[in-house]
């Protein structure tokens, strides 16, 4: 049974708060939120639902900071939100009607590749300093790589930065800061989208939903501050220790 209480606000105010962090700098910090909103008494499919307005407001305010530190300026970006959009409807809409733990195994998956991929072939996700960006054109790999990641976060969100990196940092060699940039960007357009969705499907509570975004907007524009100072290298140890983190938070998921 669903009920709405003053200490349910503030857990997903600091929920919020280190799910905006952990998704703006790496991924999976829906795997905090679902939970708590299904504790909450919301059904699974619209805990999902009202967990977007969360992430929508996280993404607004990652994608002004990153905007402001001139960090989104490749003129690849509408082709590579293009892309994840196109994905987003499509997940957005099976997300309405299929149950979300279908896709758990494949957030597992990409969680734990991308663990490995971190300690043994850094350089995929943390190019080394002075390497070109290729554009989409140039890399065969980014198309799927990118309708892929659209689709997942339109049925789920949980874990799609993990893809997002793969895809942006991994096959058009983008540094760790500006792939950050890129992939809040590619939420904000397909969380848009799956939002539109479940909204005129009736699936979202707005209260839960927009305290949780007080609390990750909060987070997401730290964590653009705290990028932006920080070193390629450093940033790819924040993104291992956020992969171990999001992947054994969604194993203790039911």
Same mark, same amino acid.
Request: charged share 10%.
């Given at each position: 049974?669903?009920?709405?209480? /003053?200490?349910?606000?503030?857990?997903?105010?600091?929920?919020?708060?280190?799910?905006?962090?952990?998704?703006?700098?790496?991924?999976?910090?829906?795997?905090?939120?679902?939970?708590?909103?299904?504790?909450?008494?919301?059904?699974?499919?619209?805990?999902?639902?009202?967990? $977007?307005?969360?992430?929508?407001?996280?993404?607004?305010? =990652?994608?002004?900071?990153?905007?402001?530190?001139?960090?989104?300026?490749?003129?690849?970006?509408?082709?590579?939100?293009?892309?994840?959009?196109?994905?987003?409807?499509?997940?957005?809409?099976?997300?309405?009607?299929?149950?979300?733990?279908?896709?758990?195994?494949?957030?597992?998956?990409?969680?734990?590749?991308?663990?490995?991929?971190?300690?043994?072939?850094?350089?995929?996700?943390?190019?080394?300093?002075?390497?070109?960006?290729?554009?989409?054109?140039?890399?065969?790999?980014?198309?799927?790589?990118?309708?892929?990641?659209?689709?997942?976060?339109?049925?789920?969100?949980?874990?799609?930065?993990?893809?997002?990196?793969?895809?942006? =940092?991994?096959?058009? $060699?983008?540094?760790?800061? $500006?792939?950050?940039?890129?992939?809040?960007?590619?939420?904000?357009?397909?969380?848009?989208?799956?939002?539109?969705?479940?909204?005129?499907?009736?699936?979202?509570?707005?209260?839960?939903?927009?305290?949780?975004?007080?609390?990750?907007?909060?987070?997401?524009?730290?964590?653009?501050?705290?990028?932006?100072?920080?070193?390629?290298?450093?940033?790819?140890?924040?993104?291992?220790?956020?992969?171990?983190?999001?992947?054994?938070?969604? /194993? /203790?998921?039911?």
């Amino acid at each position: 049974m669903y009920e709405f209480t /003053l200490v349910s606000a503030l857990s997903l105010i600091l929920l919020g708060g280190v799910a905006g962090m952990i998704n703006t700098l790496a991924g999976g910090g829906s795997n905090l939120t679902l939970p708590a909103l299904m504790m909450m008494g919301l059904p699974p499919d619209v805990a999902n639902a009202t967990n $977007r307005v969360g992430i929508f407001f996280q993404s607004l305010t =990652a994608v002004k900071g990153f905007k402001q530190h001139q960090k989104l300026d490749t003129p690849d970006l509408k082709k590579i939100v293009s892309l994840t959009l196109i994905g987003g409807v499509l997940g957005g809409l099976s997300a309405s009607y299929l149950p979300s733990e279908l896709l758990k195994p494949a957030l597992l998956i990409a969680m734990i590749t991308m663990a490995g991929i971190i300690v043994f072939k850094p350089a995929v996700v943390a190019p080394p300093e002075g390497t070109v960006p290729l554009a989409v054109s140039e890399s065969s790999q980014s198309v799927p790589l990118l309708l892929m990641a659209g689709f997942y976060g339109g049925f789920v969100q949980a874990g799609v930065g993990f893809i997002l990196i793969a895809a942006i =940092a991994g096959s058009l $060699r983008y540094d760790l800061v $500006r792939t950050n940039a890129l992939k809040v960007m590619c939420t904000l357009g397909f969380t848009s989208v799956a939002l539109a969705i479940f909204i005129v499907n009736d699936q979202v509570l707005w209260l839960p939903g927009l305290v949780l975004a007080v609390g990750s907007m909060i987070g997401a524009y730290l964590a653009v501050n705290i990028s932006i100072n920080l070193s390629q290298t450093t940033l790819k140890w924040i993104l291992f220790v956020m992969t171990i983190i999001a992947s054994a938070a969604a /194993l /203790l998921i039911g």
